[in-house]
């Protein structure tokens, strides 16, 4: 195989982070105090965290899908409004989301290429890689994951189509994505029979119509096949059910695909570029154990959200690099605790609000939680809570500022 080379190109073991642990999150109070978490969610630049992670698990993760920057060299916002007209852009509330954007596209590839290496350490002997990217660079990374993985443990080059508008009047309108599939070797999971899907009506009928067809073979018309290496699934923006606002945001339909085919119950998959937390959402919800990570405190908070809705227990950790101070006291803020209820009244625009009704100065222990409605924007100001012992309250607003209070 040639080799492939750019400016800068080089491996040198990264320093890791210091991650500490930050909070645990019991979604409805489920499993306090003593229920051993299902997964994590870390705050912080994934090269560290991931070189931070090896000592523990080296070797033991079972999937991991990875959606990087894509090279677009665009600065992605974040919608953080609710109940707006998705046909008036001009008129959403925006914040910032992520950037995109790069030097050259020698700086992108090692970026994409470290990475990749530490991905490659941590994926179990039967692990799977999808790497989720567009036609900027995807040609690219095909040459760097055929120098990590090796070529021989390229199973698929997925295309997964969607649609929507488009300003372009100079070529086709570009509207698919490539995922490229890799395994860490040739004993690698795939759950067939979890991933079958219903033949096409006029398949079923050309069989039922005539014996010649298919040159001879028959097959299990009832039992469905498996998918065909293009895969169309709505965009989230058609997903009213799903949308965050974050951008970029992969449907859950897409990843469950991924993660039922690719792993077993009680297997760990990983998503380093957290984004909305789609990998981690739909992980939890087929009793998968999940890591995520994103060095924004916009995308993590959204994974929180989202993941508060499921009955899976997890962490938060960060990286001590990543300081924030907690606002003790706000004449914005009032709280009262009445008759079991913790009742918040404020002016900030609040996006989540927890509470940990037995708080010990050091770990904060999440058991009830509110977050805003999808749609009306709407959001739970009273909380149902049996106190322990001294009351504590974190809140996030939509412009991403954290506060804490302690009662």
């Not at 909070?23 to 489920?30: A, K």
């Not at 995922?179 to 040739?186: F, P, T, V």
């Not at 990570?293 to 908070?301: L, Y």
């Not at 899976?312 to 209820?341: C, H, L, M, N, W």
Request: glycine share 6%; proline share 6%; charged share 25%.
């Amino acid at each position: 195989m040639p080799t492939f080379h750019w400016n800068g190109k080089h491996l040198s073991p990264p320093e890791p982070a210091s991650v500490i642990l930050d909070s645990v999150l019991h979604p409805n109070g489920r499993g306090y105090p003593k229920t051993r978490p299902d997964g994590s969610v870390i705050l912080g630049d994934n090269l560290a965290v991931m070189a931070a992670l090896l000592p523990e698990y080296e070797g033991r993760i079972n999937l991991i899908y990875a959606d990087p920057p894509f090279f677009t060299n665009r600065k992605f916002s974040a919608r953080v409004g609710r109940g707006e007209d998705s046909r008036k852009p001009s008129k959403w509330k925006l914040a910032e989301g992520y950037h995109d954007s790069w030097d050259d596209i020698d700086s992108y590839l090692q970026y994409l290429y470290e990475r990749l290496a530490l991905m490659h350490h941590l994926l179990a002997p039967n692990g799977t890689l999808y790497l989720h990217l567009d036609w900027h660079a995807d040609s690219y990374a095909r040459l760097i994951l055929d120098e990590i993985f090796g070529a021989e443990n390229f199973i698929n080059e997925i295309i997964w189509t969607y649609h929507g508008p488009s300003p372009i009047r100079t070529a086709f309108n570009r509207k698919h994505d490539t995922i490229l599939m890799y395994a860490k070797d040739k004993q690698y999971v795939f759950n067939a029979d979890a991933i079958r899907e219903p033949y096409n009506p006029n398949t079923v009928a050309t069989f039922k119509a005539s014996r010649k067809a298919g040159f001879g073979k028959v097959p299990d018309l009832e039992r469905g096949k498996v998918p065909e290496d293009w895969w169309y699934f709505p965009v989230v923006a058609r997903l009213h059910n799903e949308r965050t606002g974050y951008p970029t945001q992969k449907p859950e339909a897409m990843l469950e695909r991924i993660i039922l085919a690719s792993s077993n119950k009680g297997d760990m998959v990983a998503d380093f570029f957290c984004g909305s937390g789609t990998t981690a959402l739909v992980a939890a919800k087929h009793g998968r154990k999940f890591i995520t990570c994103d060095e924004s405190m916009r995308a993590v908070q959204t994974a929180r959200a989202r993941l508060a809705k499921t009955k899976s227990v997890f962490t938060f950790e960060r990286d001590s690099k990543f300081v924030y101070e907690p606002a003790t006291k706000s004449k914005k803020i009032k709280v009262q605790v009445v008759d079991g209820y913790v009742r918040l009244t404020t002016s900030l625009n609040v996006d989540f609000w927890e509470v940990d009704p037995a708080w010990d100065g050091k770990i904060f222990r999440s058991v009830a939680q509110a977050g805003r409605h999808v749609r009306s924007g709407e959001i739970p100001m009273e909380l149902k809570v049996k106190i322990g012992g001294k009351i504590c309250i974190r809140l996030i607003t939509v412009e991403g500022k954290l506060f804490q209070l302690n009662i």
